[in-house]
């Protein structure tokens, strides 16, 4: 489990907001701390949040980000500080060095598995978009849940591993989560086939 899921698991949406000062009603509705109102529209549901009135959705994570713009491990990080959650971060540093048959495997992989995370990270936005709930009685579609709940850290590894990464920070996380990446893959397959 990667330190984002861990984070979430560790922490219940509704104490997280409340935490922040938005105070929730008996229905789990609040007024939304992202733009002006007086009629509460920003509903918290087990693992995330939407607001009815600007739209803004996402999980726990997410919700700091947007508080207090923040980046996705930022985010994590304020939230380990404020609940002393005391989780380890990860650090990729303890992967061998590569030999050099497996620097021709690690090359023929990367290409790929940026496509794969970059691909998934279209699907997972097109179903937060696609599967939002539209009424405030809608149950949470399993589709929009997983965009919520997924969209944050693979952004986060995008960004920091395949568009920043220099050689050793990509061979690293090659050696400790090629099957995350390569799980992507076959789920993206299976659903739209
Ligand atoms: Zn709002």
Known sequence: MNIFEQTKNRLNISDVVNYY?????RSNFACCPFHAERTASFKVYPNAYKCFGCGASGDAISFVMKLFSLTGINAVKKLNTDFSLNLPFETYQSAPKLDRTNVLKFEAWEQWACNTVAEYLKQ???WKRNYAP???D???HPLF?????KIEYWDHIY???????DFTIKTEFYQTHRKAVDALDTTRKVRSA
């Open 138 to 140: 809608d149950n949470l």
């Open 134 to 136: 539209k009424t405030t």
């Open 145 to 149: 849940a997983e965009a919520l709940n």
């Open 21 to 25: 000062g938005v105070q929730l009603n």
């Open 159 to 165: 960004k920091t591993v395949f568009i920043e990464g």
């Open 124 to 126: 997972l936005d097109e």
